[in-house]
């Protein structure tokens, strides 16, 4: 099975609870222009701790620098975010 979203793609075999995750990265190329792929995996993971993963992969895109204000607050977003997903799902 596998989730995908815009910067990530998570892969499980079926039987397993632990799920691999690959985040995307950008190549850059002695020539040529740079490129965006999938890095190389991260393996074994329960899907709670690849969420994490995932959200501070996403906040770290966005800004270098955070207080724990600015972090606990953009972090909330992000679970809101993707409980929102999931919720338009169980409908």
């Known amino acids: 099975m596998e989730i995908k979203g815009e910067d990530y793609l998570m892969t ?11 985040l995307m ?7 040529g222009p740079p490129r965006e792929e999938l890095g190389d995996p991260m ?8 969420i994490k993963i995932i ?4 906040l770290d895109k966005k800004k270098d620098t955070y207080t724990l204000k ?3 607050d953009e972090y909330k977003k ?4 993707l409980k929102n997903i999931l919720e338009s799902y169980e409908k």
């Open 12 to 22: 499980n075999d079926g039987e397993s609870t632990h799920w691999d995750l690959r």
């Open 25 to 31: 990265k950008t190549v850059r190329p002695r020539s």
């Open 55 to 58: 959200i501070n992969y996403r």
């Open 78 to 81: 992000q679970i809101t975010l």
């Open 43 to 50: 393996y074994g993971m329960p899907l709670e701790k690849a």
């Open 70 to 72: 600015e972090y606990l």
